[in-house]
């Protein structure tokens, strides 16, 4: 497996990670010794996660010619969906 191959499967590890982090908080009994010890390890699901998504910021800085451009591509990409959520919110709490 090549350096590329393994990122490429970064979204896979987030998802891992997040179904682990559930399964921690749901806190069910379980029978098997091995999924036992591996709920009670959750809070490793989130250092998997941070690290994944860590990953992802990685490369998208390296596709950009500053930082200016890197935080301009992010506030495109992430403040449509925040004013939407902020709109919907207001609605409901008023």
Same mark, same amino acid.
């Given at each position: 497996m090549t350096y590329k191959d393994f990122l490429?499967?970064?979204?896979?590890?987030?998802g891992?990670?997040? =179904?682990?982090?559930v399964l921690f908080h749901l806190d069910l009994? =379980?029978?098997?010794?091995?999924?036992r010890t591996l709920s009670s390890l959750g809070y490793a699901g989130s250092d998997l996660f941070y690290f994944a998504s860590g990953l992802g910021v990685w490369f998208s800085?390296?596709?950009?010619?500053?930082?200016?451009e890197f935080y301009k591509r992010r506030a495109i990409k992430i403040f449509p969906m925040y004013w939407?959520?902020? =709109?919907?919110?207001?609605?409901?709490?008023?």
């Open positions: 490429k499967y970064r979204h896979i590890w987030m891992v990670a997040i =179904v682990w982090i009994p =379980v029978d098997n010794a091995a999924l800085l390296g596709k950009c010619s500053g930082a200016a939407c959520f902020i =709109v919907l919110w207001l609605i409901f709490r008023f």
